[in-house]
């Protein structure tokens, strides 16, 4: 045949398409190989959840002694602490759900091949969808047990009361959290350029937290870059402060 004819073609449409198929192929490999990680972890905390719990509703059985109050204390602590993770479980299964969703219709997005690419994806999903972290349900009772203990323990069985205090002491922690992984990302910077209106004065107070922050700049040996906008001539001045 010559150059450029109908065989070429085909030979070129036929090479494409088993690139196509071994692509597939390998991104179903690590798709599998992926939620097999995510499975063994959620198994993992779910059976140590499980376990947790067990161990609580054991302490909470044990006869009254001088170290009560002690023990009450504990048990607050850890009722909270489940609570927290308990709902930390949830978060992980609905994240993963999603970011596997996403993965998948990307794949299909980027394929060359979109019908054989969608196949590919249908069958990934079936996975996911039956994966024991998106079907199983043993940590759902927990929440229940959880706010049945609190309640008879510290809130007289109101269950109703228990339940607030645990979802505000929840959102308090979830927040806490949050703080200390931007800190952890704050402590990786090398320098710092700060608008010094609104986050170190407000007029001719100084804010909350701008001497610890400043503290905390030189602490580290942070280089930083204070910004002033001077309102009455709109003309931006720096003011860089030694470390």
């Not at 947790?52 to 109050?69: H, L």
């Not at 054989?116 to 349900?137: G, I, L, Q």
């Not at 228990?162 to 959290?177: C, G, M, P, S």
Request: charged share 30%.
């Amino acid at each position: 045949p010559t150059r450029g004819s109908s065989s070429d073609l085909f030979a070129v449409d036929a090479r494409e398409e088993e690139a196509g198929r071994e692509f597939g192929e390998s991104f179903a490999g690590a798709v599998r190989h992926e939620l097999a990680k995510v499975e063994a972890f959620y198994e993992a905390q779910e059976q140590r959840l499980m376990q947790d719990m067990d161990t609580v509703q054991q302490m909470a059985k044990r006869p009254v002694t001088e170290d009560s109050g002690h023990e009450r204390e504990r048990l607050k602590a850890v009722l909270k602490e489940l609570f927290f993770r308990q709902h930390q479980l949830v978060d992980y299964c609905s994240l993963n759900f999603t970011a596997f969703q996403k993965i998948l219709k990307k794949f299909v997005k980027l394929s060359r091949a979109p019908e054989k690419a969608d196949e590919v994806r249908k069958e990934m999903m079936r996975h996911v969808k039956s994966a024991h972290f998106n079907t199983s349900s043993q940590i759902d009772p927990v929440v229940d047990s959880i706010k049945r203990l609190y309640a008879d323990l510290f809130e007289e069985g109101n269950q109703r009361v228990a339940l607030t205090v645990l979802k505000r002491e929840f959102a308090i922690d979830a927040r806490l959290q949050q703080s200390a992984k931007r800190m952890v990302s704050l402590s990786h910077k090398k320098a710092f350029i700060i608008d010094m209106d609104g986050v170190i004065y407000h007029g001719n107070r100084l804010l909350n937290g701008a001497v610890q922050l400043v503290d905390w700049l030189k602490r580290e040996n942070k280089r930083y870059l204070l910004l002033r906008v001077a309102a009455a001539s709109y003309v931006r001045t720096c003011i860089l402060l030694p470390c």
